[in-house]
């Protein structure tokens, strides 16, 4: 795992060496927090602003919009709530002294009606700024992204046409996104920027992990700058009805983990003949897998439900590093834990994110090294 992270950062550092020397540093300083901290930490290194609930898709493997999604099934209210762009404004004007990494995520972030004015404000604070999209906007957004400054732009691709179209349940999805993603490339050379570079992110499922090989095809045609492979989330009732103690403790719910209770019906052994097989190539983009798993990892990420990296090793770094500022406010530590460190409308982030509520909870998971939902999250892996 380690040699997998190194070689991702050193892939990185390739492209955006600057950037990645940052990074670096500050993995460090956070190590350092975690060790002798007592629970406070570094400003984090990395921001995630989960602008909008709201998704013009519904993909079958989805933890919040899919089959078993759990934003399908809460209130209308609860669905449209968003932050107003002044709030995020200043948010981010907050952030510009310690100048985090800042992604854009939902629900779909691009039905954000200020989502362009947003990457705009955090790149003229020099922040590094980053898309996660479905791609069904692209090419009525492609001239406005490139004008932001956006850094890079991923979009969710997860095979060639006919599959593409099955998971995500839109007919002429996939061409409509190449075909934006072919503006995006035409109007880049024409002002002769970089960027946004251009990532393609896969989620292996059931439905296409036997068909792996065609998406190095489709990063060609989009002319990408990289492709991942990330592996599926997915969690059981076990797990969460063990996660409850710890839950009552922080008087929390993860309940948003239960979007992901589902049989990956992924075989192991065909998806690493599969990765093999891509690995072995070579292409014009980066090409890897995330969480990058051994075979044998590879078998227990997928066979043994209560399998964790590096068993007696595992402990969780996430929340000295990355912090998640949902559509309510709220600064949360993780993506499917209702557990709030504070809200940006009462008080500054950097401020929050070393408040009693965060110090708790960073010695409680420090404590336990990680909670029982921790060890099906592909966050673990990251740092
Ligand atoms: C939740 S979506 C939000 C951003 C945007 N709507 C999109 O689809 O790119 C972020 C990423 O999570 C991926 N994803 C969805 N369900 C997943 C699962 N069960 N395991 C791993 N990744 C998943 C999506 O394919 C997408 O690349
Ligand atoms: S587009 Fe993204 S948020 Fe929407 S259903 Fe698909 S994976 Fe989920």
Redesign the pocket.
């Known amino acids: 795992m380690l040699f997998s992270n190194i070689r991702r950062i050193f892939n990185k550092a390739l492209g955006q060496p600057a950037y990645a020397i940052r990074v670096g540093i500050r993995r460090l300083i956070a190590n350092a927090h975690y060790i002798f901290g007592g629970g406070r930490s570094s400003p984090p290194e990395s921001v995630t602003l989960f602008l909008t609930h709201r998704?013009n898709?519904r993909?079958s493997?989805?933890?919040?919009w899919?089959e078993g999604g759990v934003t399908k099934k809460r209130s209308l209210e609860f669905i449209k709530e968003e932050l107003s762009f002044d709030v995020l404004r200043s948010a981010v004007d907050g952030m510009s002294s310690y100048s985090p990494a800042v992604t854009l995520?939902?629900?779909?972030?691009l039905l954000y009606k200020d989502c362009i004015a947003l990457i705009r404000h955090i790149k003229s604070k020099r922040m590094h700024c980053l898309i996660?999209?479905?791609g069904f906007l692209i090419e009525e957004y492609a001239r406005r992204l490139i004008d932001s400054g956006l850094d890079e732009l991923?979009v969710?691709l997860?095979g060639s046409r006919d599959l593409h179209d099955r998971i995500r349940g839109v007919p002429g999805l996939f061409e409509k996104i190449l075909s934006g993603l072919e503006t995006v490339r035409d109007l880049k050379r024409s002002a002769g920027k970089r960027n946004p570079l251009v990532n393609i992110?896969c989620?292996i499922t059931k439905s296409n992990y036997h068909r792996l090989e065609e998406m190095t095809a489709v990063a060609s045609r989009a002319e990408a700058n990289s492709l991942t492979f990330?592996n599926?989330?997915?969690t059981n009732k076990e797990i969460l009805e063990k996660q409850k103690k710890f839950d009552d403790i922080l008087g929390a719910s993860s309940d948003d983990w239960r979007g992901?209770e589902f049989d990956p019906g992924i075989d192991p052994q065909v998806l690493r003949e599969k990765m093999d097989r891509i690995l072995s190539g070579r292409y014009d983009f980066s090409v890897d897998f995330y969480p990058y798993l051994s075979r044998t990892s590879l078998e227990n990420y997928y066979n043994d439900t209560d399998y964790a990296p590096s068993k007696h090793n595992t402990r969780c770094l996430s929340p000295w590093i990355a912090a998640y500022v949902f559509p309510n406010g709220e600064v949360r530590p993780c993506l499917n834990s209702t557990y709030s460190y504070g809200n940006i409308k009462d008080a500054p982030l950097c401020r929050i994110w070393n408040s009693q509520k965060a110090l708790r909870h960073r010695q409680l998971l420090r404590e336990n090294k990680i909670f029982p939902a921790c060890a099906r999250c592909t966050e673990l892996y990251r740092y």
């Open positions: 998704c898709l993909c493997m989805c933890g919040q899919g995520f939902g629900g779909e972030p996660i999209t479905n991923n969710s997860d992110q989620t990330h599926l989330i997915f992901f």
